[in-house]
């Protein structure tokens, strides 16, 4: 017996003596030529290094002394479900629910549920808070979210192509977006705020090495907010929309400035886009301001420049005559008015009135060519407005340049040059406002609040006078003129009772892609009430309507319902009685 105890205990000493060799073994193994891949794994499980992104700041528009956002930094949540997770006995009520609650395919949600095993099925992304809160109270077992910050924009379509989106900036990190289009693009680096990080050693529970580690937070971006008002953007949009789609036009756009001060109070186009959807988008250019960013040979509206410059040195009078044919020979080719009509002796209010081409040249003619460039740079129409929004585009005027008698003259119509919607409202800002060209704005701030609760400004639009191009007394003079074109002319559909308007309707022709005129006409209005103390100035502009001839019976009712909502939205008091 005590030989087999012997045995046993040599036995089991063994087998110590042989553990004990092989842990030493495996030991020196890790530790030796396997230590640094096992210290490196260590230490990237320990350290941490996160990039944080900050809060997008908002865009805000402006409505009677409030700030509506149009621009925000929402959570949003995306959906996905475990179906291991899920009760085999529930996966056709799993799946009819979150079909309903997300407004998905109930099939395609089956066959995801159907995965026995299956740890991780995406289901849906983007999903609101108040969608997520009824799948919580349902406390069905195997739905999941995750939380995540997103662009939310609450007015949909409104003001779109102004402030653009939010999309993949191509970055490596699909998390980091950046402003697209608009003021998302050209105010990014204010909105973008500061990215904080956590850099450090972590506890294996997960908790920082707080005297190893470095955490600083994300500054929250600065907030724009616009001179442009809610309620006058509205009002702008939906009449667009209506004109649009009652003329059958390829497009429309308009612009409404504070000729006192270059503010901007709308700028809108149709079709425009949800920023919110941008990517079911086909069409990219719908990401465009036509305002701003395409350009277009004016026609009529561009003969109140043509005679600003003539009255401003003296080479006509409102009461001066001619003698109308009806058109112009100049070498083979004939100019003849948009009518086709010879109305005799005509004032040049009359040519206003009318919108004669041929009064437009008499006007023209008895300039210096010189002087008439001169007048035309003075205008805007040679340059940028400089407005704070990506993408501006500059007028051609190189026309005026040509030596070409032909492009001279056609230049007193606004054929033949070209120019943005927006150059032309700051142009003829610049009549009613007493003859100063301003520099338009549509920023009217941008900062956040500090810590201490002040508001700090870190950019701001303001006023500013480019030059003045008219003298103060050519500026009344003409805007009688216009009155009367809105009282007696062309522009009586434009009439808002109660306020005097000075007004000049447009109908030009498209150029072709290889030179001429094609049938297509852009119609246009641009004026502004009341006449001898505008509030506003507005260009309405259709593209390509149906059915009619003149701008007359499209553009000009547009200005009116518009205008009328904006003298009685800032209770502007009426200037002249009401004729009933």
């Known amino acids: 017996m005590k030989s087999d105890n012997r045995g046993r205990i040599l036995f089991i000493s063994f087998v110590f003596v042989l553990f004990f060799a092989t842990a030493v073994g495996r030991l020196f193994y890790l530790q030796i030529f396997k230590g640094g891949a096992y210290q490196a794994a260590a230490s990237r499980q320990q350290k941490v290094n996160t990039v944080v992104l900050a809060e997008r700041g908002g865009i805000y528009l402006k409505s009677q002394g409030k700030d509506v956002p149009v621009a925000l930094t929402r ?21 009819s629910v979150l079909a309903e609650v997300l407004k998905l395919d109930q099939a395609d949600v089956l066959a995801k549920v159907l995965k026995p095993g299956d740890p991780y099925e995406p289901i849906k992304e983007k999903v609101d808070k108040k969608t997520l809160s009824q799948l919580e109270e349902l406390g069905l077992k195997g739905i999941h979210w995750e939380p995540f910050q997103d662009r939310y924009y609450p007015l949909g379509e409104l003001a779109s192509q102004v402030v653009g989106f939010v999309g993949r900036s191509g970055e490596a990190d699909e998390k980091i977006k950046s402003g697209r289009y608009g003021l998302e693009s050209y105010f990014n680096n204010y909105l973008k705020g500061e ?41 702008l949009e939906t009449e667009l929309k209506a004109a649009a789609e009652k003329f059958s036009a390829a ?69 001066l005559k001619y003698t109308d044919y009806g058109e112009i020979n100049v070498g083979s080719l004939t100019i003849r008015n948009s009518t086709r009509e010879a109305w005799g002796s005509q004032t040049m209010t009359q040519v206003l009135e009318k919108s004669l081409n041929t009064g437009a040249i ?62 032309v409202t700051s142009a003829v800002a610049a009549i009613a406002n007493g003859g100063q060209l301003l520099k338009p704005y549509v920023v009217d701030r941008v900062g956040a609040d500090s810590d201490d609760g002040e508001f700090e400004v870190v950019f701001s639009g ?36 109660g306020y005097t308007v000075a007004g000049k309707t447009g109908t030009a022709q498209v150029s072709g892609p290889t030179g001429g005129y094609t049938e297509e006409t852009i119609h246009t209005f641009v004026g502004y009430s009341p006449a001898f103390n505008p509030a506003f100035v507005m260009l309405i502009k259709l593209d390509s309507p149906r059915g009619v001839q003149f701008s007359e019976a499209t553009a000009a009712p547009v200005f009116r319902k518009v205008g009328e909502f904006i003298l009685h939205y800032l209770n502007i008091a009426p200037d002249k009685p009401i004729v009933k």
């Open 75 to 95: 959570t949003w949540y995306n959906i996905w479900i475990s179906p291991r997770e899920i009760n085999p006995l529930e996966t056709e009520k799993v799946a």
């Open 195 to 235: 990215a904080g990080y956590v850099a450090g050693v972590k506890k294996a529970l997960g908790s920082l090495v707080l005297p190893l580690s470095r955490v600083v937070k994300p500054k929250k971006g600065e907030a724009v907010y616009l001179t442009i008002d809610y309620n006058i953007q509205l009002a």
């Open 362 to 423: 008499f006007a023209l003619r008895r300039m210096p060519q010189g002087v008439w460039r001169g007048y035309v740079d003075g205008f805007g129409f040679g340059e940028k407005t400089g407005i704070t929004l990506p993408g501006e585009a500059k007028g051609d005027i190189r026309n005026l340049k040509s030596g070409s008698e032909v492009d001279w003259l056609t230049s007193s119509f606004g054929q033949g040059i070209s120019a943005t919607p927006l150059a």
């Open 251 to 319: 497009s429309a756009a308009g612009v409404i400035m504070d000729p006192r001060t270059g503010a901007i109070l709308a700028m809108a186009a149709w079709p425009g886009f949800d920023p919110n959807e941008y990517g079911a988008v086909e069409d990219a250019s719908l990401f465009l301001n036509p305002n701003i960013q395409l350009v277009f040979e004016p026609g009529s509206i561009f003969k109140p420049i043509t005679l600003a410059a003539a009255l401003d040195i003296n080479v006509v009078s409102p009461d």
């Open 462 to 497: 303001e006023r500013m006078v480019k030059r003045r191009v008219i003298k103060e007394s050519t500026s009344e003079t003409l805007t009688k003129m216009l009155v009367s074109v809105v009282e007696n002319g062309s522009g009586r559909r434009a009439k808002i009772p």
